[in-house]
């Protein structure tokens, strides 16, 4: 479990979403001329689209960076629709100079799920780490497929998904039946490796979870306070996202 030192969260609010998602291209870009083979830790959902759509939009070249993907369902193949490798082909692959050798995400469909986790541990660490992490946070504070009550050091793993994460998720399937019960996932424990974190929140119904992350303690309840502990830790917010916070 982890302990020790606690790093004050540079919070950042933005009248809208779409300055939200601007800001955080922004950092990514800086960091991709800085650094053109730069690592990035990348997610999938709603939040994260405009911040793809920025990225793609300034037309930085991402022809030598390195990507490694969250988390993937358990079971969906890649030409899935939902799979999370179809989401980042529309949203970022098939849209940039991104090399598919450069593009990883956990393999849903492995015939030995445990070993795929390794293996993906083993190419992180092969790349040299994560510099940048982009994260979004659920509804119940969930990071990745991290779901209350994980484990702080835990690493890539199989995990099964808590109901309230597959009702939100029911939304991109034709039915709660067709979402998967279990997902690949980094562990906490992996990204808190991360050099940096941006977790990108928008709207009210972040707004609670936003609320315990920066103000509240850090517990494995809510996995997100976890990254009370992070030594550079950007979270990056609309105006309804920040809508319960006191100041």
């Known amino acids: 479990m982890m302990h020790g030192k606690r790093y004050p969260l540079t919070v950042e609010v933005f009248a809208d979403y779409k300055q939200m998602s601007q800001r955080a291209a922004d950092i990514v870009i800086e960091l991709v001329k800085e650094k053109p083979d730069a690592v990035l830790g990348l997610p999938t959902g709603s939040t994260p689209l405009g911040f793809y ?11 030598r960076v390195r990507t490694f993907n969250l988390d993937e369902y358990l079971g969906l193949p890649r030409t899935h629709p939902e799979s999370y490798y179809a ?4 949203a970022l692959y098939d849209r940039t100079d991104l090399r598919p050798e450069n ?13 795929e986790c390794r293996r993906y541990e083993e190419a992180i660490r092969a790349a040299g780490g994560l510099d940048i992490l982009v994260l979004g946070v659920g509804h119940n504070g969930h990071i990745g497929f991290n779901e209350p009550g994980s484990s ?4 890539t793993r199989v995990v099964e998904l808590a109901e309230s994460t597959r009702k939100a998720n029911a939304r991109f399937f034709n039915s709660i039946d067709e979402v998967p019960r279990k997902a690949i996932t980094m562990g906490i424990g992996t990204i808190m490796e991360a050099r940096r974190i941006l977790l990108l929140a928008s709207g009210e119904g972040k707004a609670a979870a936003i609320k315990e992350l920066v103000e509240g303690e850090p517990r494995p309840e809510v996995p997100a306070t976890v990254l009370q502990y ?4 950007s979270v990056l917010l ?4 920040a809508s319960l916070l006191r100041r």
Do not use: N, Q, Y
């Open 53 to 63: 759509d920025a990225l793609v939009a300034s037309g930085v070249s991402l022809a």
């Open 87 to 90: 989401f980042m082909k529309r």
């Open 103 to 115: 593009c990883h995400i956990p393999d849903g469909t492995a015939a030995d799920p445990d070993e």
């Open 152 to 155: 702080w050091d835990a690493r």
């Open 230 to 233: 992070h030594p550079d830790t």
């Open 238 to 241: 609309d105006a309804a996202a």
